[in-house]
């Protein structure tokens, strides 16, 4: 995700597994490129206050969120299942959030 980190970004995954479970997953996929954040204990409680939380389930729904480096949350995007956000987009977006 070179391209991110051109534009100053900071990618992060969020989950409600396990911090091994997260690794487990990471290395069955040849690794991932950005850290990934476990949200188990207590369950869910980040994803819940992003109001993405899937409280049935017990799981996050898939959702791009960029915040600025002031704290703001400048773009929001969650996605149905099975749907995953496009890189190209998102990066599109924050090349014009920058205004570059």
Not at 17 to 35: C, Q, S
Not at 63 to 76: E, L
Not at 80 to 92: F, W
Request: aromatic fraction near 6%; proline fraction near 8%; charge should be negative.
């Amino acid at each position: 995700m070179k391209q991110f980190d051109e534009r100053g970004a900071q990618l992060l995954g969020l989950s409600c597994d396990t911090h091994h479970a997260l690794r487990v997953w990471a290395a069955a996929l040849g690794g991932i490129g950005y850290p990934l954040l476990s949200d188990h204990c207590p369950q869910g409680k980040t994803a819940q206050g992003l109001g993405i939380l899937n409280a049935e389930g017990g799981y996050p729904a898939r959702s791009v969120t960029v915040i600025d480096p002031q704290g703001i949350v400048r773009a929001f995007h969650t996605y149905p299942p099975g749907q995953l956000p496009v890189p190209g987009e998102v990066l599109a977006e924050l090349v014009s959030l920058q205004g570059k």
